[in-house]
């Protein structure tokens, strides 16, 4: 049971910061809620999350069937670190050099919000990557192991943590959606320096942890 529950609030928590900084589905959430209601919003959330565990259980499931040579797993932990310095130099560099002024208007759609929500998080070439490289670390670690009950949990936590955070801007962005444009630079840089320095510190622990286990050898 503890291992379940560690998996779960885990993946909610890869989730929820994972979708923390505006991008597509969070700010079309914001804007929905602003110019539409809360509840158009929280259906479009709610569509755009059921997709996105999809997504999550799909790279689970192909990170089981993949045969990861063992060389590769050795270097898994500074993939990891990789990773969060690439991201978190990528947001950085969006914002300084490539970055557009913030605006605020009416997001238009057909039909329902519930199906908005479903076709633009299909369209998000980033979900699949990104859950398996998350799984590829959490499975190194032998929090994420191979049978069905821990793949339902690992697809529920990622819904749970994606549905929170866009629930989160449905309901309190709306009403703040002039602030949150306004200071999109401010938040953005901090979140990509935040990356920058989970990365950092992973490689120091990385580097101590390789020199521990040769002092032990």
Do not use: C
Request: proline share 3%.
């Amino acid at each position: 049971m503890k291992r379940h529950a560690t998996l779960f609030f885990t993946g909610l928590a890869i989730s929820f910061f994972g979708s923390l900084a505006p991008g597509t589905l969070n700010m079309t959430t914001l804007h929905i809620s602003a110019f539409d209601s809360v509840a158009a919003a929280l259906w479009f959330a709610f569509g755009a999350v059921l997709i996105e565990m999809l997504y999550a259980a799909l790279a689970v499931t192909l990170l089981h069937r993949i045969k990861i040579p063992s060389s590769w797993k050795k270097s898994a932990e500074w993939t990891f670190v990789f990773g969060l310095l690439a991201y978190g130099g990528f947001v950085l560099y969006s914002e300084f050099f490539n970055a557009p002024s913030p605006t605020l208007e009416k997001v238009s759609f057909s039909g329902s919000a519930f199906f908005f929500g479903m076709s633009l998080s299909f369209v998000n070439p980033f979900q699949v990557p990104f859950w398996m490289f998350w799984g590829t670390l959490l499975k190194q670690r032998n929090i994420l192991e191979q049978h069905t009950r821990a793949v339902v949990i690992y697809t529920v936590s990622a819904g749970s943590g994606a549905f929170l955070l866009l629930a989160t801007y449905a309901i309190v962005g709306g009403e703040n959606r002039l602030w949150i444009n306004a200071h999109q630079f401010q938040f953005m840089v901090f979140y990509g320096s935040v990356f920058l320095l989970l990365g950092l510190i992973q490689a120091w622990r990385n580097t101590v942890g390789n020199r521990n286990r040769s002092g032990v050898e």
